[in-house]
């Protein structure tokens, strides 16, 4: 643990030194799939000389015109420089460029070897034209005055004329700032491409400002990229760190060719900026780091005390709390829970939650049947659930409520009173259920909300009474004013506005209890992930067409009383209305299931969508609802397709 702290503490050092001197650059990325006319005009890009878009690509020096005389047609394609540039600067250190652009050059003349001169992806200082005298073997980069030094710029260069400073007529290279002197080439024979073969060629460049290198790939279209190239260069000895990239191409007055930019893609990745400083601190951590090997062994062992005496301190700390906090009969040890459910066997095994597993057991000494609640090692609240739980259903007496027999460090011991089995005892199960949740929201002293309502978290008995249980959630409603960020409970049974206020509501645990009523009458569990609002859309379907009974439990095979099973669906559906103010309380729907004449919620012809969301009636959203409430979408769908707002 000592040698953790001291390598996170040498960590944050570093990133706080760092941090104070790091430069936040904003990535730039652009793209052109095609070029128009108007990509020279509209600001998309800045072309220069001879440069011209259209037909879906920009030509970077002139095409021949048509004529019959064929040296006049040529007259305007020799010493021409073109220059496109993008027309924002970016920035090219500290950073990870990629770019990948496709070109297609083509010599106007049968005589392809002595065609040129040339075209180059450029990194310029500014973004002015290329020098008047730049055409030729200077690709529209120097001329005679600057040659040698006078710009600071970097460029990718496809070189199609052999002059005597050259390696061939078909070669890359990176020039800085000499055309005669480069910083690398290479030829392109061996890789078995021509540069004025008229194809379409696609170039790939990365640069990587981590190790400082230049990666240059080229490769016919319709074929695999080859890595031709690759330099170590250091941006920041040659260009500024922010500068304006795009192309050059010029033409001598030999034999002229054609250069075309088909596409083209950019991006630059910014890195951070590391302070002087850096190496002074990673010394510092070096140092730590030393120190913290040679105290491990005591730091461990002592920590290794400290920490049984602690769990050990703990966990009568939670069996004296909770004995107290809840009053409860007996306290058992982790033995008497292992052997009681054969070790938390799988057999045993009723079900799982977010905090732990529950198992079934015999209490061997007493012979009675239980149902142990084991809190996750690996839950971070599993403790503080624990106790919320314990102390929770300790204070609550209900018949409607799972009955807590004891307690241990490790579980909360329950009565069993059986799995959820459905049958054809829906409607006593579903009052039960209610009539527990009534005692919760009003009847009990200090009014709770359970926020986890679910066919899982209730039992049933011999006589099919249900039995609510897992109060790992519930919360006093007097504590439950602020807003979590935490949407606690199980998806499908959570109410919408939670969503929204993050405070859960009894008219929250009406909504669950409305999808525990429809998954009980009618026969089905809720499969959140593959049926989501299909299977609640389907009842309202059903109640829209007058057809609600065709959703009761098949395995009735019709012998249920209708009326009963029609009531049920409604107050169902009712409880899931998504404005929480139409929601009916737990008492009314305590009284529809025990009186039949009881009259029932109004419910809409289809099923209301959107969220209503209350809020405090001093906010100004309450100026835009009588009620106080904001409504993110409040509208229902009509019979005849339309939308009444409400």
């Known amino acids: 643990m000592f040698v953790i702290i001291l390598l996170l503490l040498s960590n944050l050092l570093i990133q706080t ?37 259209g037909n879906g690509y920009l030509s970077l020096t002139p095409e021949p015109q048509q004529s019959g005389n064929s040296s006049s047609s040529l007259s305007n394609t020799t010493n021409n420089v073109g220059r496109v540039l993008y027309p924002l600067p970016v920035n090219v250190w500290p950073a990870i460029i990629s770019t990948t652009f496709t070109v297609r050059i083509t010599p106007f003349s049968e005589n392809s070897t002595g065609s040129g001169d040339g075209m180059a992806l450029v990194f310029a200082q500014d973004n002015r034209p290329s020098p008047n005298a730049s055409y030729g073997s200077y690709l529209g980069m120097f001329d005679q005055s600057t040659q040698g030094g006078g710009f600071q710029q970097i460029a990718v260069e496809m070189d199609t004329f052999m002059n005597e400073f050259d390696l061939d007529g078909n070669h890359i290279g990176i020039v800085t700032t000499s055309i005669t002197n480069p910083l690398a080439s290479e030829s392109l024979n061996s890789s078995g491409i021509d540069l004025k073969s008229g194809r379409d060629i696609e170039v790939k460049i990365d640069y990587d400002g981590w190790s400082k290198m230049i990666f240059v790939s080229v490769g016919y279209s319709e074929s695999q990229l080859k890595s031709v190239l690759n330099h170590s260069i250091n941006l920041p000895d040659i260009v500024p760190s922010s500068i304006y990239v795009g192309f050059t191409a010029s033409t001598g007055n030999t034999f002229p060719e054609s250069h075309q930019v088909l596409n083209w893609v950019f991006t630059s990745v910014p890195l951070p900026i590391l302070s002087a400083e850096h190496t002074k601190v990673g010394t510092i951590k070096t140092i730590l780091v030393v120190v913290a090997v040679c105290l491990f062994p005591f730091i461990w062992i002592a920590a290794s005390l400290r920490r049984r005496y602690m769990r050990a301190k703990k966990k009568g700390d939670i069996e004296s709390l909770s004995k107290k906090a809840a009053d409860i009969a007996e306290v058992f040890t982790y033995k008497q829970l292992s052997r009681a459910t054969c070790n938390f066997s799988q057999e045993n095994l009723l079900g799982r939650g977010a905090f732990g597993s529950v198992y079934k057991g015999i209490i061997l000494d007493s012979g009675k049947t239980v149902a142990v609640k084991k809190i996750s090692a690996t839950s971070k609240q599993g403790e503080r659930e624990f106790l919320a739980e314990i102390c929770t259903i300790g204070r609550l007496r209900h018949k409607n409520l799972v009955k807590l027999q004891g307690g241990a460090s490790e579980g909360i011991i329950f009565s069993w009173q059986g799995q959820f089995e459905l049958a054809n005892q829906a409607t006593r199960i579903l009052q039960g259920l209610a009539s527990a949740l009534l005692y919760l929201h009003e009847e009990c002293g200090n009014p709770f909300v359970h926020r986890d309502v679910k066919p899982n978290n209730v039992m049933l008995d011999s006589n099919h009474d249900a039995h609510l249980g897992d109060f790992g959630l519930a919360r006093l409603l007097k504590n439950e004013g602020s807003v979590t960020t935490n949407l606690n409970g199980t998806l499908g049974y959570l109410a919408p506005e939670l969503s929204f206020t993050g405070r859960a509501t009894p008219e929250s645990d009406v909504y669950s209890f409305g999808m525990v009523v429809l998954e009980v009458t009618c026969g089905k569990r809720l499969n959140w992930l593959k049926q989501g609002n299909s299977f609640v859309d389907s009842v309202w379907n059903l109640h829209s067409q007058n057809a609600l009974l065709e959703c009761v439990d098949q395995r009735l095979e019709n012998k249920f009383d209708e009326e009963e099973a029609k009531r049920a669906l409604m107050v169902g559906l009712a409880c899931m209305h998504p404005d929480s103010l139409f929601r009916p309380r737990m008492r009314k729907v305590v009284n529809i299931f025990q009186n039949p004449n009881e009259p029932l919620m109004e419910l809409p012809g289809v099923r209301p969508t959107g969220v209503y969301v209350s809020v405090s009636s001093s906010t100004s959203a309450s100026n835009s609802s009588s009620r106080g409430e904001l409504q993110i979408q409040s509208s229902t769908k009509s019979s005849d397709g339309k939308f009444n707002y409400v």
């Open 17 to 53: 030194q760092s941090g104070a001197s790091t430069v936040v650059i904003d990535p730039n990325t652009f793209s052109f799939v095609t070029f128009t006319p108007e990509s020279c005009t509209n600001g998309e890009l800045l072309c220069m000389g001879s440069a011209t878009a």
